[in-house]
Structure formats: C-alpha cells, structure tokens
C-alpha cells in the first residue's frame, strides 16, 4: 500500500504563488506514474498535472498550462506542484494520486491511478 499526504495548500491573492508537496510513503513510487488533481466546490473532480516515472514527461490540462508545474524527486518520494500566477478559479482541494507499475507510465484519467492523498485547500481571493 502506498499512502500520500499533500501539504502547501493555504489561502493567496491572485498573481501568487504555491507550491503543493506530495510525500508517498509504504512504498518508492520512483516507478509509478504521479498527478494532481482537484475539485472545486459543487464541481467534479478535474485532472491538472502528470508525471511520468521513467523519463520526467508532463502533461497539464489547458486551464493551467503555462502557470502549474509538476516535479517529483524519487529520491525523496516526493511530488511536487508549483502554481505561479494563481487565478481565483484555481481554488479547490488539490489531490495527489499515485499509480502502479501495471498501469500506464502517464495518466491523466483519475481512474488510472490506484492510490489517493486526502487533499489539501488551496484558495485564491480576488
């Protein structure tokens, strides 16, 4: 089993930054593809980055292409989400999700991944 927990999350103006971590633990996930996704209220939950576990490959949804960048240090088992230029409609709770070996090296479904952290609150004011 692989457990994650997201922190970094926290309340920003518009044009700030954050940066989210996600820390694996039971398991390296150094060969497991990693991603970020979120829900804002009332809404379903949206893909927003991947990361692939051989090769560093990304992949964002439109809505934060140019803004969110996802890192992961294996060394660490650690994933990363930099979130420059946050907008008010980036609020959410932000997830960490893990996949597995079977599964694709890259994935940007939620049903592709198997393991999920309990999310952490980012909120932007206007």
């Known amino acids: 089993q692989v457990q994650l927990v997201e922190s970094g999350g926290g309340l920003v103006q518009a044009g700030y930054s954050l940066r989210l971590s996600c820390a694996a633990s039971g398991r390296t996930v150094s060969n497991y593809a990693m991603g970020w996704f979120r829900q804002a209220p009332g809404k379903e939950r949206e893909f927003v980055a991947t990361i692939s576990w051989i090769g560093g490959t990304t992949y964002y949804a439109d809505s934060v292409k140019g803004r969110f960048t996802i890192s992961r240090d294996n060394a660490k088992n650690t994933v990363y989400l930099q979130m420059n230029s946050l907008k008010p409609e980036d609020t959410a709770v932000y997830y960490c999700?893990?996949?597995?070996?079977?599964?694709?090296?890259?994935?940007?479904?939620?049903?592709?991944?198997?393991?999920w952290g309990q999310g952490t609150q980012v909120t932007v004011s206007s």
């Open positions: 999700a893990a996949g597995s070996p079977r599964r694709p090296i890259i994935a940007s479904r939620a049903t592709e991944y198997d393991y």
